[in-house]
């Protein structure tokens, strides 16, 4: 089997498919929206550490939904290279929201429910960036630089800057 494609690497083209992609619909036999919310309110507490993806040790907003893939999906579809904070601004391309596309479902952004995961841009002109997980209608997990990994309300703030909506492979 080939090299897969890091999520995200700015600069490169989509890789292989991954046998865990929505496309081929091959996931965990078990996979539930109860499940990713309980597995990502699981992540609650953990301090934020850029690049990390380990439960109670350390994780950014990309680690955490790694870290949920891991534990409710299997073996991450690839692999994720060092990247920068600013990565998308240098960028200037949606590499975040390519990447949950190879892996995950589109959905359109009034359509998600618990277990989705959201992306969210830090300002309308600029990449998205930022992901998080839906664990009831009005409330998210996700990792923030400078704060651990925490529930929050999907407050306006949120929703303002909501740009993709996406759905585990597998789940109705």
């Known amino acids: 089997m080939g090299q897969r494609e890091a999520w995200p690497i700015p600069g490169r083209s989509p890789a292989l498919a991954s046998p865990l992609t929505g496309r081929d619909k091959k996931v965990h036999p078990m996979l539930s929206r109860s499940l990713i919310v309980a597995e990502a309110r699981a992540w609650i507490g953990t301090p934020y550490k850029h690049q990390a993806s380990l439960k109670g040790v350390g994780c950014d907003c990309?680690?955490?939904?790694?870290?949920?893939?891991?534990?409710?999906?299997?073996?991450?579809?690839?692999?994720?290279?060092?990247?920068?904070?600013?990565?998308?601004?240098?960028?200037?391309?949606?590499?975040?929201?390519?990447a949950a596309a190879r892996h995950l479902i589109p959905l359109a952004l009034d359509?998600?429910?618990?277990?989705?995961?959201?992306?969210?841009?830090?300002?309308?002109?600029?990449?998205?960036?930022?992901?998080?997980?839906?664990?009831?209608?009005?409330?998210?997990?996700?990792?923030?630089?400078?704060?651990?990994?925490?529930?929050?309300?999907?407050?306006?703030?949120?929703?303002?800057?909501?740009?993709y909506a996406f759905r585990f492979p597998g789940v109705d």
Do not use: N
């Open 62 to 98: 990309l680690g955490l939904v790694r870290g949920v893939w891991r534990a409710v999906v299997g073996a991450e579809p690839e692999r994720t290279p060092a990247y920068t904070p600013d990565w998308a601004e240098a960028s200037g391309r949606e590499a975040l929201a390519d």
């Open 111 to 163: 359509k998600f429910r618990e277990g989705d995961v959201l992306l969210f841009r830090w300002r309308a002109h600029l990449p998205a960036k930022h992901a998080a997980i839906v664990t009831a209608r009005d409330l998210m997990v996700h990792a923030h630089d400078g704060a651990a990994v925490a529930e929050v309300s999907i407050a306006p703030w949120w929703r303002r800057r909501l740009a």
